[in-house]
Nanobody, 120 residues
Framework: QVHLVESGGGLVQPGGSLKLSCVAS????????MSWYRQFPGKEREIVAS????????NYEDSINGRFTISRDNTNNTLFLQMDNLQPEDTATYYC?????????????WGQGTQVTVSS
């Protein structure tokens, strides 16, 4: 059975940092490209960052402006998102996602999400 379990969300002040983790099981993690998405209340999920299965290529949504870093540990089947200089507009539920096709963005597996709240 496939599981993607996110952790690391919480409440942080503007300018602060959080590191999200996503532990995968039940599928060959090293064969899948991974992404972080976020969803604002009442809005569609939007992609934040992606990393190829090898870990050697990453993409980021333009508004991130270098504040987030996606990485992965294929030995321990874990995906990470280091988020620095967080701002209130980053408040959302963050999801990890796995897909086989880098180009199509069709997601095969979703995590359950972790809430990130940026507020003073």
């Amino acid at each position: 059975q496939v599981h993607l379990v996110e952790s690391g969300g919480g409440l942080v002040q503007p300018g602060g940092s959080l590191k999200l983790s996503c532990v995968a099981s039940g599928f060959p993690f090293r064969d899948y490209h991974m992404s972080w998405y976020r969803q604002f209340p009442g809005k569609e999920r939007e992609i934040v960052a992606s990393i190829r299965n090898s870990g050697y290529k990453t993409n980021y949504e333009d508004s991130i402006n270098g504040r987030f870093t996606i990485s992965r540990d294929n030995t321990n089947n874990t995906l990470f998102l280091q988020m620095d200089n967080l701002q209130p507009e980053d408040t959302a539920t963050y999801y990890c996602a796995a897909r086989r096709n880098w180009i199509s963005l069709v997601v095969d597996y979703w995590g359950q999400g972790t809430q990130v709240t940026v507020s003073s």
